[in-house]
């Protein structure tokens, strides 16, 4: 669900401006946010996922299985409930509170934490120009 929920949040902003294009179909519209999460993985999973387990916090077994099942339960209770969320953040969120609980805040990297919010904000705010941008360029 994880993955459905990533596209849902890439391209359901997109459905109600489908009602104005009637030539674009909403499952073109969830096939190219499934191929754009696809190519982020492909290109920036790998050094994602090294920074969070490396170098946000030290992880060992039993703290990964404790960041990892109240994040699943937090994720699975709001898909249940319709909430939309990003388990990306949910679990980076757990990761740099689990760095800073047994670190007592010296665990983790004030600079890579804004780096990441930082990120967070400019991949919505690009998105937002993004999605804005190729509807205008539809509507000509």
């Not at 499934?34 to 994602?48: D, E, H, N, Q, Y």
């Not at 990003?86 to 760095?99: C, H, K, L, M, T």
């Amino acid at each position: 669900s994880a993955g459905a929920s990533q596209v849902g949040l890439a391209v359901g902003p997109l459905f109600p401006l489908l009602e104005e294009l009637p030539t674009v179909s909403p499952i073109v519209v969830l096939l190219g946010g499934g191929v754009g999460i696809l190519v982020g993985s492909w290109t920036g999973a790998p050094r994602m996922i090294k920074s969070i387990s490396q170098e946000y916090a030290s992880l060992g077994p039993r703290r990964s299985i404790a960041t990892l099942v109240p994040s699943f339960l937090i994720a699975q209770s709001a898909v249940l409930l319709g909430v939309p969320v990003s388990f990306n953040e949910i679990i980076v969120s757990a990761i740099v509170g689990s760095g800073a609980a047994v670190a007592g805040g010296a665990g983790v990297s004030p600079r890579k934490l804004g780096l990441t919010v930082a990120a967070w904000i400019g991949s919505f705010i690009l998105a937002f120009g993004l999605g804005y941008g190729s509807m205008l360029l539809l509507d000509l």
